[in-house]
């Protein structure tokens, strides 16, 4: 019996010891294959050489409504390990054909030492499966007296290409990538690092030096990067396009822009540019028709810029919109004599009249009722010679001097609107303020962002500053109505049924090459409807051949585009009537004896 007990004492001593062995071995196993499992994973697969990258998709730039702008669809990397080619001559000959390539590429690509040789970067899908399935049919059929003959060696990689399915639509915009997929310009560019996406690894197995199939196992997944939804309406962005077009090639312009902005939110819908270049192909496009010229290109605004100097003059109460001025064709400042557009007798116009017929000559004695730092203080309040904020790639802040640098002709040249320069996108953003009530917004073409996990989220809110009151911003859009009347210099940007408020622009253009004056920039910037203003476009024309002004040219395009956006975002016809504002001394004083005739006959219903 003491035999016995102590055989089993020795077995159940056994039996612990087994059990936990076992235990530890299971915790162990956890360990390895739960726990640590992807810390073991990378440090195997960095102590591998068999380990590639997998390249990860950008993010889509698509316009308000989710429709592509920029998109990355799947690719093949078609390398090679030459040190497995038997026969480069043999092996070119048979691929060349699938490949769309000649053999004598082929053979280059495919002859030498290397463990890893590009063939055909970015190539189709189609064409790596059709090689693959050729060569493994011409393999197959190969007795085994013919073994040494059989192709070998090419292996496939995924990868992304870049395309842009809108073609050149809004290629100054979105931008392009170069071949080693990194932004070039525009969007591409400037969200470059957030449009990227984190590239993964994966390991695989090697046979006779070649990565055999079924093998790889993933060691970091890939990433996409964030999809960029721009507040662009690619409908707007097509009327904007088509029309802009036309006017350059009409007028043998040198380029045109065309902007259209919400001045509330800041937001861009269109953003159309001529000449302009397909992103899809941009082999042979020079480097300036790659620049956006809304933000890159400065030029004097002329005309467009005198409604800052009535906004100042109003602001600081020295006009009212019917104050009389004696406006004569030429007027001596500084020693330089300065005169309006076309020659005529001397007049007694209103402020409203001065902005109507766009006199030079009346808008500097207007300027000349406010101190130079008092000018100078308005215009930077505007955005004169600050970057708007928009973000785009390369904008310029325009060039605005210090009140220290004037000379005696710099503020009447500054009060018409010359003497500074300003990208459209500040232009527009003028006007935006005035038909914001007062309040300047900072210009975005960013409505928000989508991260790999399908997470949407909208754009932070756009930085405002109160520029003037909204008295003076409504006494000024009732003076800008008077543009687009029979009387103003725009007429042809009237729309029928809504009111229309903007303001011309002829504007000598400088010339860089000769360090002179030649031609002309032309514009025509406006808002619909004036009395509630829901939109702001812009239209700028570079250098036109011929006729050169701002009505003519840039009013028809402003007609054109905002009569769609009008009627695409369903704004109903206005439905107040237009304020008239007297234009001429002669009109104040008819429509003085109109309203005291009219009080006096209300005064005589009232008696008894």
Request: proline share 4%; charged share 15%; hydrophobic share 40%.
């Amino acid at each position: 019996m003491g035999n016995l007990s102590l055989s089993a004492s020795r077995i159940r001593i056994l039996l612990i010891f087994i059990l936990t062995f076992f235990l530890l071995f299971t915790f162990r196993l956890i360990q390895i294959q739960g726990i640590q499992a992807s810390e073991y994973r990378n440090k195997a697969a960095n102590e591998m050489e068999s380990t590639r990258a997998i390249p990860a998709a950008r993010g889509e730039i698509t316009d308000i409504n989710g429709i592509d702008f920029a998109r990355s669809v799947s690719a093949i990397n078609i390398v090679v390990d030459q040190t497995l080619v038997t026969d480069a001559a043999q092996t070119a000959n048979f691929a060349a054909p699938y490949l769309g390539m000649t053999v004598a590429q082929v053979q280059s690509a495919i002859s030498g030492t290397k463990r890893y040789a590009m063939v055909a970067k970015s190539a189709k899908p189609a064409i790596w499966r059709n090689l693959s399935d050729a060569v493994d049919s011409y393999n197959a059929a190969l007795t085994k007296e013919n073994f040494d003959k059989r192709i070998v060696g090419f292996f496939a990689e995924r990868n992304y290409i870049r395309e842009y399915p809108s073609g050149s639509l809004i290629s100054s915009l979105v931008g392009f990538v170069r071949q080693d997929g990194i932004g070039a310009t525009g969007i591409e560019s400037s969200l470059n690092s957030t449009i990227s996406g984190t590239d993964g690894r994966y390991s695989y197995a090697r046979g006779l030096g070649a990565e055999i199939p079924g093998s790889q196992n993933e060691i970091v997944a890939a990433k996409k990067g964030t999809t960029i939804r721009l507040t662009i309406d690619r409908d707007v962005q097509w009327v904007a396009s088509k029309a802009i077009q036309e006017a350059v090639s009409n007028a043998r312009a040198v380029s045109g822009t065309v902007i259209v902005m919400d001045p509330k939110t800041g937001h861009i819908l269109a953003h159309a540019t001529a000449p302009t270049f397909d992103p899809n192909n941009t082999k042979n496009v020079s480097p300036a028709l790659m620049r956006n010229p809304s933000v890159q290109d400065v030029y004097e605004p002329g005309s467009t810029g005198k409604v800052m100097t009535l906004a100042a003059a109003l602001e600081e109460k020295k006009i009212t919109p019917e104050t009389v001025l004696t406006v004569p064709y030429s007027i001596k400042r500084g020693g330089d004599t300065f005169h309006d557009h076309e020659h005529h007798a001397v007049q007694q116009l209103t402020t409203s009249g001065i902005l109507a017929v766009s006199s030079n000559t009346g808008t500097i004695q207007i300027g000349e009722m406010l101190s130079n730092n008092s000018l100078h203080d308005y215009l930077t309040k505007f955005g004169i010679g600050i970057s708007t904020g928009s973000g785009l790639p390369g904008e310029s802040a325009g060039l605005f001097r210090p009140v220290s640098d004037w000379s005696g002709t710099t503020a009447p040249t500054v009060a018409f609107g010359q003497g500074y320069s300003v990208t459209a996108m500040q232009a527009t953003s003028v006007f935006a303020t005035i038909a914001n009530d007062g309040v300047r917004v900072s210009p975005t073409v960013i409505a928000g962002t989508t991260d790999s996990s399908g997470k949407y989220t909208a754009a932070a809110g756009r930085t405002s500053e109160r520029v003037v009151s909204a008295q003076t911003a409504q006494q000024l859009r009732i003076m800008m109505e008077s543009v687009v009347s029979g009387q103003g210099t725009a007429p042809s940007a009237a729309i029928p049924g809504y009111r229309v408020a903007g303001k011309t622009g002829t504007a000598m253009r400088y010339n860089s090459a000769c360090s002179c004056y030649s031609g002309y920039t032309a514009s025509f910037i406006g808002f619909a409807p004036a009395d509630a203003p829901k939109y702001v476009i812009s239209v700028t024309i570079q250098d036109p051949k011929g006729a050169h002004y701002g009505g003519s040219l840039a009013g028809p395009v402003f007609k054109k585009v905002m009569t769609f956006v009008l009627q695409s975002e369903h704004v109903a016809p206005t439905g107040t009537q237009v304020m008239p504002v007297a234009l001429t001394q002669s009109e104040l004083l008819k429509k003085q004896r109109q309203s005291t005739v009219i009080q006096a006959k209300q005064a005589s219903a009232k008696k008894p």
